[in-house]
């Protein structure tokens, strides 16, 4: 972790707020949680528990001790019921939003469901906050809203052209934060994740990210299964960097509405990141055989290349990630390792 993070979270140690943070039992929301909590701050979490997993919140609660715990108030229903919204946000000071409807593949299958809960419970989240009169909301917003753009790496004030009902959920939500800063006041920042990873992301079904899925399989001694030729690339970022992000925009001074791409600034395609894995499984198990990967058709709505311009983020906000790709994906394995062992 770098000394700058470290500095941040002393910071507000020193300055103890109240939080509300959507979507907490889920994979992002979890990890501010546990920092927020561990900071000595007071955190209302609220979350349907649709996506998110109580196990989630099992164990944070179980890593901050008995006075973190008293800390943490859990509100459970929906984002896009006004009456739950106006609870959970009463006497916060900062609003950090992640619940969402997280899947390109299944809100392609579900446009209207992801209209209504990434939209439609957004602008219920806002309405709340304006009457609480909230300090600042920190939103997730997604690098889908860019779509796929051939210039690289990607700005944020570049074309946006989202191809799934996901990204132009998210561009949706960027433009109302918009107008809701201009005619509250109140300061709105957008950040555009691009691929995070992490522990606690869900590593089963259809609509299960890269990185936990070829892990869980290459542990099983199964071949990672490729979409394409995978030359395709991403911009992978850390869970850890993402918390970073979504602290220092809700604690830096900032007036108006902000958009921030959140990645590391680079790229890798989909074959690299499957020699990644099997290279590290062969530091773990050296004397298994590890099965080649398997290419099959493209998928419908992903788009071929991704990287994040992070000058922005870096320039205004300072922010500066502390885990890299490989290490990431090194604790990431051994954590699923003991898992299963």
Excluded at 313 to 328: A, C, D, K, N, Y
Aim: hydrophobic residues 40%; proline residues 4%.
């Amino acid at each position: 972790m770098s000394s700058n993070y470290e500095n941040i979270l002393k910071s507000i140690a020193r300055t103890p707020r109240r939080w509300l943070v959507t979507g907490c039992a889920g994979f992002i929301g979890s990890h501010l949680l546990a920092t927020l909590l561990r900071a000595g701050q007071h955190v209302t979490g609220l979350d349907d528990l649709s996506s998110g997993k109580r196990g989630n919140l099992d164990e944070v609660l179980a890593g901050v001790g008995e006075e973190g715990r008293a800390r943490f108030r859990l509100i459970e229903g929906d984002i896009r019921e006004a009456s739950v919204c106006r609870e959970a946000c009463r006497d916060a000071d900062m609003v950090v939003h992640l619940a969402a409807m997280v899947s390109v593949p299944l809100s392609l299958q579900e446009p209207e469901r992801c209209h209504s809960i990434n939209v439609d419970g957004f602008l219920s989240v806002l309405a709340a906050a304006r009457a609480s009169g909230v300090q600042r909301i920190v939103y997730a917003s997604s690098s889908a809203v860019y779509g796929d753009s051939s210039e690289m790496p990607l700005r944020e004030d570049g074309v946006v052209q989202p191809t799934s009902p996901y990204g132009a959920s998210k561009l949706a939500d960027e433009s109302h934060a918009e107008a809701f800063s201009r005619d509250s006041g109140i300061a709105t920042v957008g950040l555009r994740y691009f691929n995070v990873f992490g522990p606690r992301q869900d590593a089963d079904g259809g609509y299960a990210a890269v990185i936990p899925k070829w892990i869980a399989a290459s542990l099983r001694g199964e071949p990672c299964r490729i979409h394409g030729d995978g030359s395709s690339t991403r911009d992978f970022c850390h869970v850890a960097n993402v918390i970073q992000a979504n602290i220092l925009a809700a604690i830096e001074p900032l007036r108006g509405s902000h958009i921030f791409n959140v990645g590391l600034g680079s790229y890798m395609s989909l074959n690299e990141l499957s020699a990644i894995i099997v290279s590290h499984l062969h530091g773990m198990r050296p004397s298994d055989e590890h099965p080649n990967p398997i290419h099959g058709s493209a998928r419908l709505g992903d788009i071929v290349h991704s990287q994040a311009d992070v000058s922005k983020i870096r320039s205004q906000l300072g922010f500066e990630p502390s885990v890299t790709v490989s290490e990431g994906i090194e604790q990431l394995m051994r954590i699923r390792a003991d898992e299963i062992s």
